[in-house]
């Protein structure tokens, strides 16, 4: 026996059906719309599985002939780029604050913006309102809820400054980026005098990194197999947000999608058989 699978020409619906060994020509009932058709495969055909994927032909009440589709090389070039992406975002997780604050000032410098959003508490988790806050040169107060925003900011690790008077002043070095905007919360202490602190944490960001890195490797083997697109795109998309030094990686991420995204129809999706 032989596994395959086909489309109803009528319905529409996919089929994965048992046919017996060297099998000419079979006449077949769709189970789910009631309709008959006609399935024919060749013996050359079958030779050449690995290379083709299997297409119909015809059209309702004619016979439904078996031919060839040359498969194309998109999903194992975007593999390709998908390991050249992996690769770059190691180097970036040994050299996490280096290529991170380089590839922030770069694109700072053609016109890319971040922003900031901080909450100002007290030891008690009360709001502070109008604290000042000095960023990158930027001055602004908390409102009534102790929140501040702030838009078109530099990217990078950035020095910010928080103080209100009876509190000790405060300073923190927080990551912008232009992708991810989380609230940071500041919390001051009564009293008179100055604490530093650290939000950014490079180990943090390397883990992160690593994670979207896994999910790059997945969708790296799954094109070069072509089997399981939804692994494939989703794993590419996720990898855009590896960025990389120059963002060489975001871009190749990107490239790699739409080329799997092309070529949708030559993956298996993790079902058994050809087409006939």
């Not at 770059?88 to 040994?94: K, P, Q, R, S, Y």
């Not at 001051?188 to 890195?213: Q, R």
């Not at 030094?245 to 995204?261: Q, R």
Request: net charge positive; aromatic share 10%; hydrophobic share 40%.
């Amino acid at each position: 026996m032989e596994q395959g699978r086909t489309k109803c020409p009528n319905c529409k619906k996919e089929i994965i059906l048992d046919l017996p060994d060297k099998i000419a020509k079979i006449e077949y009932t769709c189970p789910n719309c009631g309709y008959k058709f006609f399935i024919q495969i060749n013996a050359d055909d079958i030779k050449s599985k690995v290379d083709c994927e299997w297409i119909e032909n015809g059209e309702p009440r004619k016979t439904v002939l078996s031919c060839l589709k040359p498969k194309t090389k998109k999903p194992k070039i975007a593999g390709a780029l998908l390991i050249c992406v992996l690769i770059t975002g190691l180097i970036t997780v040994l050299f996490s604050e280096t290529f991170i604050v380089s590839s922030l000032d770069i694109a700072s410098d053609v016109g890319i913006k971040g922003s900031v959003r901080l909450r100002v508490i007290d030891t008690s988790n009360n709001s502070i309102d109008n604290a000042s806050i000095t960023i990158d040169g930027v001055n602004g107060k908390t409102d009534i809820y102790g929140v501040f925003n702030a838009d078109k900011i530099k990217l990078g690790i950035l020095t910010m400054e928080i103080s209100k008077t009876g509190y000790e002043n405060q300073t923190i070095k927080k990551l912008v980026t232009p992708v991810f905007n989380f609230e940071t919360t500041v919390i001051l202490k009564t009293g008179v005098g100055h604490e530093e602190l650290s939000e950014y944490d490079s180990l943090a960001c390397s883990m992160i990194l690593i994670i979207f890195l896994v999910f790059t490797l997945f969708a790296a083997i799954a094109s070069i197999k072509r089997k399981a697109l939804d692994v494939a795109l989703f794993g590419s998309f996720i990898s855009i947000f590896t960025f990389g030094f120059f963002f060489i990686g975001s871009i190749i991420s990107i490239i790699a999608f739409i080329l799997i995204y092309k070529s949708m129809e030559e993956f298996e999706n993790g079902k058994k058989g050809k087409y006939f």
